[in-house]
């Protein structure tokens, strides 16, 4: 531990970045300091290292020759995590103390070879292994002091208890106790679903095809009926004895909370999209007043950041289902404090979002795809809003919790879900305002502005 945390502060700040990080955008100041490693074998480890400015990172380390460098996909750090793993757990949920201060919680996990990284620019880093396993490191931690910013792990394992299996299966979560004895998530693993794509590919992609008339409009509809059934079950699992309701003063936060992002964005949306929004402000205003007249609505778990884009797709064993869904990432909203991400939310947060992504998924398909029928399209987004929220309304029934879904909540927190996107693409990218700017002319159609977005 002493040599290695001596490599460790002699390292640049560059050596807790993940491969496709956006450098540009991520200051890692030196010295590094490491707080904790677990050694795993052959010079493989999973350090927890704090940079000058007090951020805290999770790195998978191999130390060779003197040096130390940030592990890669294929240096063996994974295998050998899910190695130590199912040394030390044989046969069901265990809870395994690995020394120090890191501990694990294991489903599963079995000794794999072969690694390989995921391609996609992300936050986190996933790692999959052998084809079967996928360890997803959380690269940036809460600082010290910050609790409640890693939903996953609580979301997971309550999930795994639960028997909720339309997720990838849990194997492990590895957790370091900080000095202040909070528990940090550094790396979740759970079954990797070869083959399967998210729902910006597969939503997009059923849409196109029906939009060009290459398949019927109704089968573009058999997804958002499954997803809003497997959203109940979801819920339900999540709610397990976990149910608790809001109070008068919460109700009031999050009505705040949601005008304070709308003065935000009429500050920041410029030209035509803004002037759009501000025409809008004062109703999106007015329907927040049902958020702070929601005190003693139901809360409960939720996945807090719930789009298609969670959902992945992979081919079904089941002929007649054709395919098979499954909830993924369960980080949180990573736009809200740390506090908040993982606070007991409404039900009705995760449907606006789900309704929000199905509206956008049919404008990028007017945006991106050639020769589609521009009417197919603009009648399947109310279509598959409504399948999905009819499923998802009887399948709470069928589990005996109807009561979950307060509907009040689901307008207002559809406009704050489009007021979000305004934002995001204002901070991050820019092409996507015509998202949301044409969401909010749609569910408020009849404000007069000087122009209509295309």
Known sequence: MDSLAALVAAAPGSLVLPPGERRAVVAVPAPLRLLAAL????????????????????????????????????????????????????????????????????????????????????????????????????????????????????????????????????????????????????????????????????????????????????????????????????????????????????????????????????????????????????????????????????????????HVGQVLRTPSDDPALRFDYAVTDFDGNPVLAAAQRGAPQPAALDVAGMLASLDHVGRVVLRRTEGADAEVVRGWIPAAQEEFGREYAAGLALAGHAHLLDERLVPPLRFQQEVREHLYAVRHLPHWGYVADGALVDLLPDVPTDRTPE
């Open 39 to 306: 050694e795993l074998d052959h010079g493989r480890a999973v350090g927890v290292v704090e940079d000058a400015a007090g951020a805290r990172w999770t790195v998978p380390l191999a130390a060779e020759a003197g040096s130390v460098r940030r592990a890669l996909p294929g240096d063996g750090v994974a295998e050998a995590l899910l190695r130590r793993l199912s040394a030390r757990v044989a046969g069901g949920p265990a809870s395994a103390d690995l020394g120090g201060s890191f501990t694990a919680q294991v489903w599963h996990a079995e000794p794999i070879a072969g690694e390989s990284g995921l391609t996609v620019d992300q936050t986190n880093e996933s790692v999959v292994v052998g084809e079967r396993a996928m360890v997803k490191w959380s690269v940036r931690l809460p600082r010290a002091g910050e609790r409640g910013a890693q939903p996953a792990a609580d979301r997971i394992a309550a999930l795994a208890a639960a028997g909720f299996t339309e997720t990838p299966a849990a194997w492990a979560l590895l957790r370091w106790t900080d000095a202040d004895g909070v528990d940090v998530l550094l790396a979740a693993v759970t079954a990797y679903l070869p083959h399967a794509q998210d729902g910006w590919d597969w939503a997009v992609a059923d849409v196109s095809a029906a939009a060009r008339h290459r398949v019927p409009a109704d089968d573009a509809l058999a997804a958002p009926r499954r997803l809003g059934s497997l959203t109940a079950r979801l819920h339900v699992a999540l709610a397990h004895g976990r149910e608790s309701h809001a109070g008068a003063d919460l109700a009031q936060a999050w009505r705040a909370a949601a005008l304070a992002e709308l003065d935000e964005a009429l500050t920041l949306v410029g030209g035509p999209e803004g002037d759009r929004l501000r025409a809008r402000a004062p109703r999106i205003a007015a329907a927040y007043d049902a958020l702070a007249a929601a005190a003693g609505t139901p809360l409960i778990p939720v996945h807090g950041d719930y």
